[in-house]
């Protein structure tokens, strides 16, 4: 492990953590996905240097570009640890590459049922210990600001990228697989679902105060095929509480966000989590609806919103955020902020929320 202790600094704002346990909270909490990144200079400068699974593995880096957008929107009540989802993939062995213009690329995809035999599951976390680094640098580094979360991609979305060698906009080679080797299939989402389980836990050992559960390509499954996969959701959200109640580490809240699996949010609010994410098309109220009172929920302007001129942001925010309420709810985007996005929507938003109610 790293020379960081693990007493950190006290923490001076927690509306987050009250906000996704049910508490009272005096404003709600904001943070954004993907809110360090490509839109802001400081990163761009940073990443000028440095290739971005580099920034990933050197928690020196990962720690300072977590920490730009605390320096620049002071309404933020969160930070979350730059890292990448696939970082599992390649702590299994397989190559990935981040080239510009087209986003992560593996040379080497998953071609047949018979290949998932050489991803080493043995020692994957421990290759992944630049996270946990990063995260304990950071915990301190934040001085007691904000909390800081952790974060992993989901069995299904890893998947697919590792069978489609990148990102896709029809996943049809992982849909095959789906129809064609349903054991095969199931096997590798269970190996998948350990790996994480552990990697969330090493997360928290090392300070991540929250854990958000990514599964973005949820869209690309029919309600049904859903439900198969919501298993392993449960799993993970099981699997966490039980190992770090063995380790006698204090439990965190969790956090599950399923891009286009609005269908089934009744189903989410039965996996175990205490915060569901919602992308932008589901309505508020509806949602509020189909989970009940016991659920948080987190979202959900369109990321394309910001491009509009700063009134619009303005009005779109304060009406997302009277839809909501002040109980058990987190600002958000529905998705994560685009590159190109003018900072000062991403002012305008964050100090929105704060105003709303």
């Keep these: 492990m790293n020379s960081y202790n693990k007493k950190f600094p006290e923490l001076k704002n927690d509306r987050l953590l009250k906000a996704a346990l049910g508490k009272d909270v005096d404003k709600v909490p904001v943070w954004v996905m993907r809110q360090a990144g490509r839109y802001l200079p400081e990163f761009q400068e940073v990443r000028s240097k440095h290739d971005f699974f580099t920034i990933c593995r050197?928690?020196?880096?990962?720690?300072?570009?977590?920490?730009?957008?605390?320096?620049?929107?002071?309404?933020l009540d969160a930070s979350i640890i730059f890292s990448d989802i696939l970082v599992i993939p390649q702590a299994l062995g397989m190559t990935v590459e981040?080239?510009?213009?087209?986003?992560?690329?593996?040379?080497?995809?998953?071609?047949?049922?018979?290949?998932?035999s050489n991803l080493q599951?043995?020692?994957?976390v421990s290759r992944l210990s630049y996270v946990g680094e990063a995260i304990t640098i950071t915990r301190h580094k934040i001085e007691g600001?904000?909390?800081?979360?952790?974060?992993?991609?989901?069995?299904?979305?890893?998947?697919?990228y590792m069978i489609e060698g990148g990102g896709s906009k029809t996943m049809s080679k992982t849909k095959g697989w789906l129809e064609k080797y349903p054991k095969e299939v199931?096997?590798?989402?269970?190996?998948?679902?350990?790996?994480?389980?552990?990697?969330?836990?090493?997360?928290?050992?090392?300070?991540?105060?929250?854990?958000?559960?990514?599964?973005?390509?949820?869209?690309?499954?029919?309600?049904?095929?859903?439900?198969?996969?919501?298993?392993?959701?449960r799993d993970i959200r099981k699997g966490v509480q039980t190992k770090l109640k063995e380790k006698?580490?204090?439990?965190?809240?969790?956090?599950?966000?399923?891009?286009?699996?609005?269908?089934?949010?009744?189903?989410?609010?039965?996996?175990?989590?205490?915060?569901?994410?919602?992308?932008?098309?589901?309505?508020?109220?509806?949602?509020?609806?189909?989970v009940g009172e016991n659920i948080t929920l987190q979202g959900n302007l369109d990321p394309q919103d910001l491009?509009?001129?700063?009134?619009?942001?303005k009005n779109l925010t304060t009406e997302m955020v009277r839809k909501f309420g002040k109980f058990r709810y987190i600002a958000n985007l529905g998705h994560g902020i685009t590159p190109q996005t003018p900072i000062e929507s991403m002012i305008v938003f964050t100090e929105t929320v704060h105003e709303a109610v």
């Design 58 to 75: 050197t928690p020196e880096l990962a720690c300072e570009v977590t920490l730009q957008p605390l320096r620049r929107f002071k309404h």
């Design 307 to 313: 491009y509009k001129s700063q009134k619009e942001v």
């Design 121 to 124: 599951e043995e020692g994957a």
């Design 186 to 233: 199931h096997n590798l989402l269970a190996l998948l679902t350990r790996v994480i389980i552990d990697y969330l836990v090493m997360q928290v050992e090392s300070g991540a105060q929250l854990l958000q559960v990514f599964e973005s390509s949820a869209d690309h499954l029919t309600k049904d095929q859903f439900v198969e996969i919501s298993s392993y959701l």
């Design 145 to 160: 600001k904000v909390p800081l979360i952790g974060f992993t991609g989901a069995p299904f979305t890893l998947m697919g």
């Design 248 to 290: 006698n580490i204090e439990q965190v809240p969790m956090t599950l966000f399923a891009k286009g699996a609005g269908h089934s949010l009744n189903l989410q609010a039965g996996l175990g989590y205490e915060v569901l994410g919602l992308d932008w098309t589901m309505d508020p109220l509806e949602a509020r609806k189909a």
């Design 98 to 116: 981040m080239h510009p213009g087209v986003g992560p690329v593996f040379p080497s995809p998953l071609q047949s049922p018979s290949e998932i």
